[in-house]
């Protein structure tokens, strides 16, 4: 009985490492306050790099099967369309502002990031307030970006 246990519980294991994403699943262990840290310094290299227009550094921390949905609505698939997307982003002269509501890092296997954000692209007259929602995963004993997901705050008064 117990081996028949422990031969489904296989299963199901390697049946979740197949249907997740990569870094889904926690690859390393390690002290949660030590990766709780190290994910605030990821969090806060990532958002630099794209007030800075770093491209490379930026996409550093974006994992190969990640996506993005931006606040029209529009999905990125995969590192290359995001990059496709940041590039052109960037381009722009922009400001970016943002202040955390929320992180919640799991015992350094996965976290979530929540960030009060406006982005503006002045010469446009584009200001947009965002809810930004970064999900990471630990790949290979980092932390990357496995989802992005901007969701535009109504004004209100408008």
């Known amino acids: 009985m117990v081996k028949k246990f422990r031969g489904a519980f296989l299963v ?19 002290d949660a306050p030590g ?11 990532f958002d630099q ?12 921390f974006v994992a190969a099967d990640a996506v993005q949905i931006d606040y029209l ?13 940041t590039r052109l982003v960037m381009r722009n002269q922009y ?4 202040s955390l509501i929320s ?17 503006a692209i002045p010469s ?12 990471w995963a630990r790949v290979e ?3 990357k970006v496995v989802m992005i997901q901007n969701t535009e705050i109504p004004d209100p008064a408008a």
Not at 35 to 45: D, T, V
Not at 49 to 60: K, V
Request: with cysteine; proline share 2%; charged share 20%.
């Open 124 to 135: 446009r007259g584009l200001s947009i307030h965002l809810l930004d929602a970064v999900n």
């Open 141 to 143: 004993g980092e932390w």
């Open 12 to 30: 199901m294991i390697a049946a979740a490492t197949v249907i997740a994403p990569s870094g889904a699943l926690a690859t390393d262990g390690g």
């Open 95 to 98: 400001t970016f502002t943002h």
């Open 49 to 60: 790099s794209f007030i800075d227009r770093e491209f490379d550094a930026f996409m550093a």
């Open 103 to 119: 992180q919640t890092v799991r015992p350094c296997s996965s976290a979530s990031v929540l960030q009060d954000t406006v982005f």
């Open 73 to 85: 609505g529009h999905v990125y698939l995969g590192k290359g369309a995001i990059a496709d997307f």
């Open 35 to 45: 990766c709780e840290r190290e994910l605030e310094a990821a969090s806060h290299a």
